[in-house]
């Protein structure tokens, strides 16, 4: 029975040897936690300790996935800008595929009901958080070997319009200046964990990619949460993008009525939500 049972063993080692490692699916619960970290951290206004940390913390993530990153800075108002561009390793010219989130929360809760909570800060679980948890998220499960030039990056100062000194949008405006070259499609995801769940159309975002992702969302099952109807029209990270002539949509639920409040928490986001954006544009990206 020796021989028997070597050989058998031996069978067993080649095959676990040959085995594919499995394909990581996109998972929401993981994704929650990565918000869960950032909000603990505080407010990620742009100069604060919080925000600092934020930095930090995206960057090991990414690092700890296996993504090169760097950061791209510019002096703005005494505050320096700071982007993290996050690139996945490939052989591949093209095509060039950019999803953005910004990670700054607002220095103001101004649309809170009350007033003495008008001068918080907003601590951003949805409106910040959720859609830098999604791309941690993706940046852990993404399978090497993808054909495309995939390229994550976090802006700040996406979140301080309306204040004084500050504007919307400034973190994109300032990636945008100095980008080199013309990414195929660029996707922006904001305020995309709201446990009641409502993407439209948006009518700034270009028409033929959002039917293209939205359609794949109705694959999955996630058409009741992709609406493909149109709704808003916002001002966002796409918007620098769109004026230099390149495709992009703004993946956003504006039906949010915490925007801008000291309500914006953690309890006002599910798993759940997070996990049916990021599946959808896991599978985007798979798309060949």
Request: proline share 5%; with cysteine; glycine share 6%.
């Amino acid at each position: 029975m020796k021989p028997f049972i070597t050989i058998a063993c031996v069978l067993i080692l080649l095959l676990s040897s040959c085995t594919t490692p499995p394909v990581l699916e996109f998972d929401g619960k993981n994704a929650y936690d990565y918000a869960k970290i950032q909000v603990e951290f505080g407010p990620r206004t742009p100069g604060s300790e919080a925000h600092q940390k934020t930095i930090e913390f995206i960057t090991t993530e990414l690092s700890s996935s296996g993504w090169s990153t760097e950061i791209q800075s510019e002096e703005l108002n005494g505050y320096k800008i700071q982007n993290i561009i996050a690139k996945m390793p490939s052989s591949v010219d093209q095509p060039w595929i950019i999803i953005g989130a910004h990670y700054d929360s607002r220095f103001f809760a101004d649309h809170d009901p009350k007033i003495e909570n008008k001068n918080q800060p907003v601590a951003g679980a949805n409106d910040g958080a959720s859609g830098v948890a999604v791309l941690l998220e993706l940046a852990r499960v993404l399978p090497d070997g993808i054909d495309k030039i995939i390229w994550f990056v976090f802006f700040d100062v996406e979140d301080q319009g309306n204040i004084e000194g500050w504007d919307w949008i400034l973190g994109s405006r300032s990636f945008v200046n100095v980008l080199d070259g013309k990414p195929d499609a660029v996707v922006i995801l904001d305020m995309i964990g709201d446990k009641d769940l409502n993407i439209y159309f948006e009518h700034n975002s270009d028409k033929e990619l959002q039917e293209e992702i939205w359609n794949i969302a109705a694959d999955l099952g996630y058409q009741d949460s992709f609406i493909q109807e149109y709704k808003y029209t916002i001002l966002d990270d796409h918007i620098p993008f769109i004026e230099k002539g390149i495709t992009a949509i703004d993946i956003i639920d504006f039906d949010y009525p915490y925007w801008h409040t000291s309500q914006d928490t953690l309890d006002k986001i599910s798993p759940e939500s997070l996990e049916i954006i990021g599946r959808t544009i896991y599978h985007w990206l798979l798309v060949p």
